[in-house]
């Protein structure tokens, strides 16, 4: 069993950015691919980055490829995913997400989710 706490969004301007964090609680957390996916109102839930249980290789939306950067601290049971450059599109709740098997892009795949952090992006 692994709990998601997500933490840092906000409302910015486009141009800006802002890193989000989920703290996982739980045990084996280093064992688990994590995953960032985001949901705007009135649209289906979108990948948005993803990392293997070592911090080795991360997988990235084509919308934020290049923009967005998750990292993750098995030591301190963190993910992270630093945003620049944002766009008003980026606007939507993120959610951290946590799988027992290799990483997807489907959230399906996924079998623990936090709540939620917003994300506002003003033009």
């Known amino acids: 069993q692994v709990q998601l706490v997500e933490s840092g969004g906000g409302f910015v301007q486009a141009g800006d950015s802002l890193r989000l964090s989920c703290a996982a609680s739980?045990?084996?957390?280093?064992?688990?691919?994590m995953g960032w996916f985001r949901q705007a109102p009135g649209k289906e839930r979108e990948f948005v980055a993803a990392?293997?249980?070592?911090?080795?290789?991360?997988f990235y939306g084509d919308s934020v490829k290049g923009r967005f950067t998750m990292s993750r601290d098995n030591v301190k049971n963190t993910v992270d995913l630093q945003m620049n450059t944002l766009k008003p599109e980026d606007t939507a709740v993120y959610y951290c997400?946590?799988?027992?098997?290799?990483?997807?892009?489907?959230?399906?795949?996924?079998?623990?989710w936090g709540q939620g952090t917003q994300v506002t992006v003003s033009s």
């Open positions: 997400a946590a799988a027992r098997s290799t990483w997807s892009r489907l959230s399906n795949e996924y079998d623990y």
């Open positions: 739980g045990r084996a957390f280093g064992t688990y691919t």
């Open positions: 990392i293997i249980w070592s911090g080795a290789r991360s």
